[in-house]
């Protein structure tokens, strides 16, 4: 039902994240399936020692926005053994926008991303940016 409203231009409001984690410490999402997502599935911010395992995440393949994991100005963080079928990026590491990031200068670093399987027929499977005033600190550790 909330799919319908949003292509017929009908909410009154924003899409919110399925999954937003932020200021934390500690982070263990695990073993979850996530559907249809009105925006990002999930969304750590501002956080460290986060682990996303196991998840399975369906978006219609048709669906703006709809991005499986995003880490933003996170560090040490690991994304594995996950299936994500997104209409956008399934992964997309970020580090905040526009000059409120570039203020905190918070990058996001030290990311570990393994065992993925991914569908996104128009955006990336793995992408770094598109919001990252904050940075990214070296490249991540990507292994099939």
Not at 117 to 144: F, N, Q, R, W
Request: glycine share 6%.
């Amino acid at each position: 039902m909330w799919w319908q409203k949003f292509k017929s231009n009908k909410l009154k409001y924003t899409r919110g994240y399925l999954i937003e984690i932020m200021y934390s410490d500690q982070i263990l999402i695990s073993d979850l399936t996530l559907v249809n997502s009105p925006s990002w599935n999930v969304h750590p911010v501002y956080s460290s020692n986060v682990i996303v395992k196991g998840i399975t995440i369906i978006a219609p393949l048709r669906s703006p926005n709809t991005d499986g994991i995003n880490p933003d100005s996170c560090t040490n963080v690991r994304i594995e053994d996950c299936y994500i079928v997104s209409g956008d990026d399934c992964v997309a590491i970020k580090s905040g926008w526009d000059e409120y990031e570039i203020a905190v200068g918070m990058p996001t670093q030290h990311v570990i991303i393994r065992r993925l399987t991914c569908t996104s027929p128009t955006s990336a499977v793995i992408a770094l940016g598109s919001e990252m005033s904050g940075g990214i600190i070296g490249l991540p550790t990507i292994t099939c």
